[in-house]
């Protein structure tokens, strides 16, 4: 089997945020689709740049097991991918958001999907 491409996780985050606006279709919110969309959104920015620092050398998340969603970034900053890791840390704040609070005050999820999704992608684009 081949291995997992966190890359899949982006398209599940984009599926979901397009179709999450057809709610008649489906049984669930658009506040929903667009929650779970973030979530897969950061775990794709973040499995994606784990594995590039881990490959780089630069951290040994074997070492650090539970503390990855801050080791990473900071390794990312500590090698001058400061615009990775203060992007991986804002996807970071939004998917504790939209996991684990009952209600997100002046939220926009079309905005917000958009915002997500983009900053997902650029850490693809920047850590290859």
Known sequence: MAQFQWPEFLEVARFL?????????????????????????????????????????????????GCDHGNVPAALKKHNKITSATTLLKLLEWRRQSDY?????????????????????????DLI
Do not use: T
């Not at 008649?24 to 794709?44: D, K, L, M, Q, T």
């Open 101 to 125: 609070e009952l209600n997100i005050p002046n939220i926009d999820y079309q905005s917000m999907s958009s915002e997500v999704l983009d900053k997902a992608s650029s850490i693809h684009l």
């Open 17 to 65: 945020c397009k179709e999450g606006r057809h709610q008649g279709s489906f049984n669930f919110s658009e506040e929903a689709a667009i929650r779970c969309a973030v979530s897969r959104a950061y775990y794709s920015a973040f499995c994606h740049a784990r594995e590039y620092v881990e490959r780089k050398k630069w951290y040994n998340p074997e070492e650090h097991h």
